[in-house]
């Protein structure tokens, strides 16, 4: 398989439970990569805490595996002083929109080109199983074992809200349609946000009755629909999927090498 | 666009985790989980190398070789 | 002809032109009194050699920024005060863990909380030593006058490329805001210690957590030709995760003993008449400034008084300074905070009754007359 050249072999077979989503998300991130023919040397991923963050030990790119929630600092360092490497940052839902919340709207703010990458199982499952942003009201969990009161984000608005300039949803049912949005949101030049559904049938699937990893993917397959799709006007609780947003905007890096030209012109 | 012709189910035991995506969306029903919960091509003659499983499985367990 | 290489600035500013000597290339910071002179001036002054400047939206990400940055092969620094490296704690245990190279400046301010952001304190010395969780080891310099600004400055980005490890330098607010003359050393004049390169070829297996038999640990700037991982967790020479004992108890052996078997190379410190002092004082940054002035006004009136100015504080020369003291009278601390580095010093000199703290807690700076009033209170002579 050729996806195998991108990995690190040697610590296979991976740590997540049988048919948790992060391995389908690595495999279509792996397909994505391998699509677009980028050097192993060009790639930087940097991944945050908790079960999607491992992600970064299974790829043979440089990968750093950094601090709960603050992934996207460390990847605006990494890119801002290299800004020909390609920034991937995997996240969890904690991760991303807890603990790391402020980091993601300010990166989605500067518009720095990486791709965040939120990995939503909808719970914390490297702590076994706690409700997060993402879980939604009346979901259960360890830590909501009366039902959860909290509202979830919508992450593709509060992406869209902060200033992302390409903004995309798919599932680990849709294999297909997530690589091909990796792709797109990889050779995007500005900030990418894909949110990935991805059942963790060990905590969120137990606890909320939903079945078997392959339930949980029938779900996203009933309960999904194409972007500004009609079925989605009948039915509203339908969960958009597709591409959201995808335009061109002033990139970071490229903004601050003006600076540095205008402030090494001003001097001599 | 000819059809592909299938080559071999080639399944890392090791890696296979019997999680039954595979199993479940496999459009023909030719794969099953042996009695070690590992995913075997029981029904290889059926396999239209759609590559389903080879795509969604969470441990790059399975691979869909074609001529 | 006005000479080009006197400045009369402020210690802010004296530490910004330490860090463009060294060879900074990246900064990210937040606003924080009374550091933020450090953020504006670096964000005016470094477009203007082709480095960086990022304001990121608080100080964790100012510290994930530089540690990404680092990892790249930049010389990196960011500044703050209290409050700011407080939230910073987390991630200087991940560039510890991963010995990662890079300066953190720390302009303290009254604590705790807010406290008393404009006035002075020295109050961050045990959280400079202690502030992230677990065993590690920590270098923290500090300076009194601004042409020591420069040279801590300096010496900062040379331990911390030496031993692939962050550096603190803990200054105060009135060191950070007072001007002063600064004569600027010319390139080349200040030794300086590049980033170690890994020398092993393309292809070739790069272990980037196997230290060479000096120690030193040669660094692959991320982009290069290795790929490699980088976590916070217990790794192997390959950087990969492990919770072997046998690797769990070498890897923080060796994140403590480099540091640990090298004090006194790390050690940074002046004496002033020790040699046959009767009555030492000990301090350090801004407070070093009013113990000399005593020293100097109490000697030439017969008074055997020494100074002993540290600049190193972590890792604290206990030797050196029980050795400097072993025939004083009295050993008086002189220092704005309720007795941190008073605690160093009893712990490292024979017959600890002998040492005294003279200090100032109210955010006022610590003036000769304060110290030669406790002074005589400690010599027993009373107001």
């Given amino acids: 398989m050729a996806i195998k050249g991108y990995i690190r072999e040697r610590f296979f077979p991976h740590i997540w439970c049988p048919g948790c989503g992060h391995g389908i998300v690595l495999n279509s991130l792996l397909r994505a990569i391998e699509k677009l023919g ?46 020909e490497l390609n920034l991937i940052v995997p996240m969890g839902d904690g991760d991303a929109l807890a603990i790391g919340g402020n980091h993601f709207i300010h990166s989605a703010r500067r518009n720095i080109d990486m791709t965040a990458i939120v990995m939503n199982n909808r719970i914390y499952g490297m702590t076994g199983g706690q409700y997060s942003p993402l879980s939604g009201y009346g979901t259960l969990a360890t830590t909501a074992p009366y039902t959860n009161i909290d509202y979830a984000f919508d992450t593709v608005e509060l992406a869209k809200a902060a200033g ?24 995007h030049e500005g900030f990418s946000v894909v949110e990935v559904l991805s059942q963790c049938p060990t905590y969120f699937g137990r606890k909320n009755r939903k079945g078997t990893a392959a339930d949980m993917m029938e779900f996203y397959k009933d309960n999904t629909t194409p972007v500004g799709s009609k079925a989605k006007k009948e039915n509203p609780d339908l969960i958009e999927r597709g591409v959201f947003v995808e335009k061109e905007m002033l990139e970071y890096c490229r903004e601050y090498e003006k600076i540095i030209e205008r402030a090494m012109k001003g001097r001599s | 666009m000819a059809k592909p012709k299938l ?28 009695e070690e919960d590992k995913v075997i091509a029981a029904r290889r003659e059926d396999c239209i190398c759609c590559k389903m499983c080879e795509l969604r499985c969470p441990d790059l367990a399975i691979e869909i070789e074609t001529e | ?43 005016y002054r470094l477009p203007q050699k082709g480095g960086k400047f ?31 490296f407080s939230l910073m704690q987390e991630a200087l245990g991940y560039a510890i863990m991963t010995e990662i190279p890079c300066v953190i400046v720390n302009v303290q301010r009254g604590g705790p909380s807010t406290g008393i952001p404009t006035h002075v304190s020295q109050g961050d010395v045990y959280q400079a030593r202690w502030g992230t969780h677990g065993d590690h ?50 390139q080349g004049e200040l030794p300086l210690v590049e980033r170690l390169r890994t020398s092993v070829r393309e292809g070739v297996n790069y272990h980037p957590y196997l230290p060479r038999e000096d120690g030193r640990l040669p660094m692959s700037d991320f982009g290069g030709v290795h ?25 923080i052996r060796h994140l403590v003993d480099k540091i640990r078997n090298n004090v006194n190379q790390i050690a940074r410190f002046k004496e002033y008449y020790l040699e046959d002092a009767k009555c030492i004082l000990i301090s350090y940054g801004s407070s070093a400034r009013s113990a000399r002035h005593v020293v100097e006004y109490l000697r030439p009136r017969g008074e055997k008084l020494g100074l002993l100015e540290l600049q190193t ?27 941190q580095i008073l605690r160093e010093v009893k712990r490292a000199v024979e017959r600890p009754e002998r040492v005294f703290i003279a200090n100032r807690i109210d955010g006022v700076f610590i003036t000769p007359k304060d110290i030669r009033d406790i002074l005589r209170v400690i010599q027993g002579k009373g107001v």
């Fill in chain 1, 38 to 83: 980028m050097s192993k040397n060009e790639i930087v991923v940097v991944s945050g805490i908790g079960c999607s963050s491992r992600i970064s030990g299974y790829v043979d790119f440089h990968t750093l595996h950094t601090i709960h929630g603050r992934a996207l600092a460390f990847a605006t360092g990494v890119k801002m002083s290299r800004p």
């Fill in chain 1, 164 to 187: 992302a300039s390409f903004v995309a949803r798919s599932t680990t049912y849709h294999v297909q349609q997530l690589t091909k949005i990796l792709k797109q949101a990889i050779l």
């Fill in chain 2, 7 to 34: 080559k071999a189910h080639v399944i890392d035991r090791e890696w296979c985790k019997g999680c039954g995506i595979c199993v479940h969306f496999c459009p023909k029903d030719v794969l099953e989980l042996d």
């Fill in chain 3, 1 to 43: 002809m006005k000479n080009q290489n006197i400045k009369f600035i402020q210690g802010n500013e004296a530490c910004v032109e330490g860090a463009l000597y060294a060879g900074l290339d990246f900064f990210a910071g937040y606003p924080i009194t009374p550091s933020t002179e450090i953020a504006e001036l670096l964000s």
């Fill in chain 3, 54 to 84: 990022i304001q990121m939206e608080d100080e964790i990400a100012s510290m994930g920024a530089i540690i990404g940055a680092s990892l790249t092969g930049s010389k990196v620094m960011t500044a703050t005060s209290g409050p700011g």
């Fill in chain 3, 137 to 186: 080891a920590i270098v923290t310099i500090t300076a009194s006058n601004h042409q020591d600004v420069f040279q801590t400055t300096v010496d900062a980005f040379n331990i911390s490329e030496t031993y692939r490890t962050p550096v603190i330098l803990l200054y105060d607010e009135v060191i950070g805001h007072m001007r002063e003359q600064l004569v600027l050393p010319k």
């Fill in chain 3, 227 to 251: 790929r490699y991982n980088v976590t916070g967790l217990f790794h192997d020479m390959w950087g990969f995760p492990s919770d072997n004992p046998e690797v769990v108890h070498d890897l």
């Fill in chain 3, 313 to 339: 504080l972590w890792p604290f020369p206990h030797d050196i300074v029980n050795e400097k003291c072993v025939n004083a009278k009295h050993v008086v601390v002189v220092e704005m905070n309720m007795g």
